[in-house]
């Protein structure tokens, strides 16, 4: 299993952690095998990711590039693509949920990794689903 977690440089952030909660989630999919990349930035960086591949002019808290055509099925051992989330915006939502910014990459990292796997709360028949399975994940990681 590979999670790779970068931290744009000029930011500071234990990466550590993410790569833990990014090996637990893939166990908890049954894709320890499978590789992760996290790329931790800032709104500067994210926000043309977002205007290019979602059309939305401003930054967002976490975008997902999957490089699987299907969802890997368990055991699977391949690339299954990035997650990018801005700390920036991380820490502003943070703050006004009344958490730590650890909790929000958290939530953050489990949210895009679902993208990843093909999980879309945008469709309504899919977003209950989507956000039971977050919830579960986030509770094996300790969630309160």
Not at 91 to 108: D, F, I, K, N, W
Request: hydrophobic fraction near 40%; aromatic fraction near 4%.
């Amino acid at each position: 299993m590979s999670v790779d977690v970068t931290v744009i440089d000029g930011l500071e952030y234990d990466a550590d952690p993410v790569v833990r909660d990014g090996e637990r989630v893939l166990e908890a999919f049954g894709l320890a095998e499978c590789e992760l990349s996290v790329l931790l930035c800032d709104d500067a960086t994210i926000h043309p990711l977002n205007l290019d591949w979602r059309g939305k002019d401003r930054p967002t808290d976490v975008l997902s590039f999957s490089q699987c055509a299907a969802r890997p099925e368990p055991g699977a051992s391949e690339m299954l693509g990035d997650v990018i989330i801005s700390l920036e915006t991380a820490t502003a939502q943070a703050e006004s949920r009344g958490h730590p910014l650890a909790h929000e990459v958290r939530v953050l990292l489990v949210h895009g990794i679902c993208h990843l796997l093909g999980y879309d709360h945008e469709r309504d028949d899919e977003a209950e689903v989507m956000e039971a399975r977050e919830r579960e994940l986030l509770v094996g990681l300790g969630w309160r």
